[in-house]
DNA sequence: CGGTAAGCGAGACGGTACGTCTGGTCTTTGA
DNA sequence: TCAAAGACCAGACGTACCGTCTCGCTTACCG
C-alpha cells in the first residue's frame, strides 16, 4: 500500500524494512507517550531509521500515524470479515448490535490512542481532516448509510430522508460524547442513542 | 473573574494589567498563527510581559488561551443578552433560529480559531477538556436543556425522554460536522437537522 | 564598621540584624557553592531577608562578600595578635616563620574559598580591585614592609632597596603559585622562596 | 588543531566553517563586552550558529575563549619568530629586552581582554586552570628557563638554583601587579624587577 | 504621644540568558 | 547509489536570577 500522503521521490527504490520500522515504531510510542509527545526523532530512533528517511517519505508526524492506522485497519478488515453491517431484518437491533460494538472499540485503549490522536490532528488541520475522513471515517460511515438504505427499501426507514444526515443523527452524538468525553460510551448510551434516533428515522405513519 | 487553572501565588499582589495584556496577546496571535504555532515567548512579547509572569498564573498555553475566551464570552454576556434561548411558544422555530445564530458564530473566522484551538486541546488532554466543558460548553448547552424543558411542559416534547440526551442528539451532529469540517454549517443544516431531530423528541402521539 | 560599598539610604536606621545575617549568609553560601554560583537570591533566601536589603546597602554580591571578609578578618585580628611580624633579630627566620603561616592560611578551605572568590572577583574588576586590595591586600603587605624597613636599619637589608619592589619579589611568587595552582604551597617552597629572595635582599657587600 | 576540551560527538564530522566562526565571534565579543557579559548566545547569533553547536563542542564560555585565544597565539607564532628567547651573551640584558616586551603585550587592550578573562576564569575553575596552565602560561614560561639554562653554562646563573623557582621570582612580581593592577607595567619597573631578581640569581662568588 | 517616614520581609514584575529539546535541512560515509 | 547517521541552523521550552517595584508592617524620630 503506498500512502497517499507521500512527497514524490522515486517509490520505487523505497526501503519496505525502513517503511514497516517506521509505522510499528508509530503505533508503538503514539500508546506510550501520547501525540503531543510524539517526535520525528524518537520514531527514527525507535525504527533505526535516519530522520531524513521519514521526511523524505512523509510531510507530517499526523501523516506517518495515519499510514501506520490505516494499515492496521486495513490488515484487521482483511483478516475476515466482509465488513457490512448485519442484516437481521430488524433494523433496530442491527444498530444497536453495531453501535455497541463502536463503543467497545473506542474503550480500547491500544485503538482509542492513536485513533484520538488522529481525530485531533484532523480537527485542527484540514489539510489532513480530508485525510482522515476518507481513509478513516467514510469507510465506517458508509456501512451505515448502506445499512440505513437497506432499511428504506424494507420499509422500516422513512423513503424520504436524507441518509447522510441520518448517519450523523445517529453517530454525531456518540462521537461527540467520545471526543469531549462528557460521559462514558457504556451500551446504555447506545441503545439508547439508536431508540431515540430511530424516532426520527422510523416511516411517518409508523406504529408507535 | 480568577483562574480556575491558577497555580497558587500570592494573588492579590498579581498586576491586573498584565493579565488582560496576555489574554488579548493570546487572543490576537491565536488568529494570526493559529493554535499550533502560538507560543508562550511570543504571547510574552506581544503583551509586553516576562514569560515567568505567564508560567506563574497559567500552566499551559491551553490554560492561557480558556481563560482569554472564557474572559471575552463573559463580557459579551454581560453586555446585554439574557443568555437564554428565545420562547416562542413554537419550540422548532426558536431551536432553528438559535441553531442558525450558532452556525453563523461559528463560521466567523475570529470566533472559530480559538475555539476550535481549545476544543482541540481539550479532545487530547483529559485535564483541559474538565474545564473547557465546565466554562465554555456546558452554559451553552444548559439553555438548551432549559428549552426543551419548558417545551416539554408545553406539551411539544416527550415528557419521558432523557433531556440530556435529547439536547446531545440535536448538538452533536452540528458539532461533529464542524470539527471535522464534513460539511458546510449553512442554514439548510441546521435547519433539516432540527427539523429530524424534532420527530424523535416530539410527543409520540403528536400529529404528524 | 561601616560599608564604604554603601549607596546612600539613611545608614542610622539600618538593620543590624538584617545586616549581620546577610554576612554571614554570604560566607556560608562562597563556601557551600563557590563564587560564580553565588546569588543574591540565595544569600536573602539564607539570611531570611528581602533582596532589597541587599541591594539597598551593597552595589554587588562581591561587595557584600568583600565587606564580609573584611569582617571576619578584623574580628579575628582584634582578637589578640599585634598583627605586625615577628623581629627575633634574624630576619630571614622572621620571613621563613610569616610565610609558613600564609601558606598555611592559604591551605585553609574556609579561608581560601572566599578569599580566592575576592581576589578572582578584583581580577576582573578595577573598581572592587581597589577595594580588594586596600582592605585586604595592603595591610596584610604593609607588615613585610615595616620588617624589611627595620631589616635596612639593623643592616641585614640593602639600603639601596625600594622595598615595595622588594615585597613584591617576595610575595608576588607566592601569589602567582596560588592563584594559578601551578604548585602546592609548602613549607620547603616558602623557605626556598624566602631564602632566594634575601639573596636579591641583603646588602651587596654581605658575606655569602 | 582539536579542542582537548572537546566532549564526545564524532569530530570528523566537525564543520570547519562553523567552528572558525564561533572562535572569532568570541574573540570579538570578549573585547567588545568584556568576559562577564559574554553570552553563549551572542556568541552563536555573531557566528551564524545554533547553540547547540557550541554546546556539543565546548563545555563553557571559558574552553571556547581558551581555544580561541590559544589558535591566535599560535597564528601568530608559526608566523616567524623562533619562539625562544634572544642570546646575546648578556643574559640581564636579554632579559630585560623580552620583560619590556612582554610588558608591552601585556598593555595592549586587544590581548589583555581576554588574556585577563581566562587568566580569571582559570583561578576559579580548577579545570580550566590546568588548560589555561598547559595550553598558554607553560610555553611562556618554558623560554625563560631555557635561558635560564643557557646562563647556567655560561656562568653567568648560580649552577645550584632550582630554575623552576628561578623563573617564578622573575615572573611572578609581574603577573601579580599585573593582575591585581597594583601599580603600571612600566620598562622602569620590569628593568628593576630583573636587576634585584639577577642578584639572586647571579652565582655567589660573582663580582658585584 | 501620635503621625509620618524610613527600613524591612516578601514577592510580583519585565527582562536576559541559561542549557535542553525538537524541527527540518544538509553532509558524510559505509554497505 | 541510497539510506543510516548525525551535525547543522533555528528557535521554543521551562528555569534561574537579575535589579526594580510595590505592598503592608514595624519601628524610630519629631512636631
Known amino acids: 500500500m503506498s500512502s497517499t500522503t507521500a512527497k514524490s ?19 508503538e510510542l503514539v500508546g506510550e ?38 494499515e492496521v485497519v486495513h490488515d484487521e478488515n482483511a483478516e475476515g470479515s466482509a465488513g457490512g453491517l448485519p442484516d437481521t431484518g430488524d433494523i433496530e437491533a442491527d444498530l444497536k448490535y453495531v453501535l455497541r460494538a463502536t463503543a467497545d472499540e473506542f474503550s480500547d485503549a491500544s485503538f482509542e490512542a492513536p485513533y484520538r490522536a ?18 478513516l471515517r467514510e469507510p465506517g460511515v458508509r456501512v451505515y448509510t448502506e445499512r440505513l438504505r437497506a432499511g428504506q427499501e424494507a420499509g422500516q426507514i422513512d423513503p ?20 469531549n468525553r462528557t460521559g462514558p460510551l457504556t451500551h446504555e448510551f447506545t441503545d439508547g442513542l439508536v431508540e431515540l434516533a430511530m424516532r426520527a428515522l422510523a416511516p411517518r405513519g409508523a406504529p408507535r
Open 118 to 135: 488522529l481525530a485531533v490532528a484532523a480537527a485542527a488541520d484540514p489539510e489532513l481532516a480530508d485525510q482522515f475522513v476518507s481513509r
Open 9 to 27: 521521490p522515486d517509490a520505487s527504490r523505497r526501503s519496505e524494512r525502513s517503511r514497516k520500522a517506521i509505522l510499528q515504531a508509530s503505533m
Open 160 to 179: 424520504d430522508l436524507d441518509l447522510d444526515l441520518a448517519v450523523e443523527l445517529l453517530l454525531g452524538p456518540f462521537q461527540q460524547r467520545w471526543l
Open 33 to 70: 507517550v501520547g501525540y503531543p509527545k510524539l517526535t520525528i526523532e524518537a520514531i527514527a530512533a525507535r525504527a533505526g531509521v535516519g530522520k531524513q528517511t521519514i521526511y523524505r517519505w512523509w510531510s507530517s508526524k499526523a501523516a506517518v500515524l495515519l499510514d501506520a492506522f490505516t
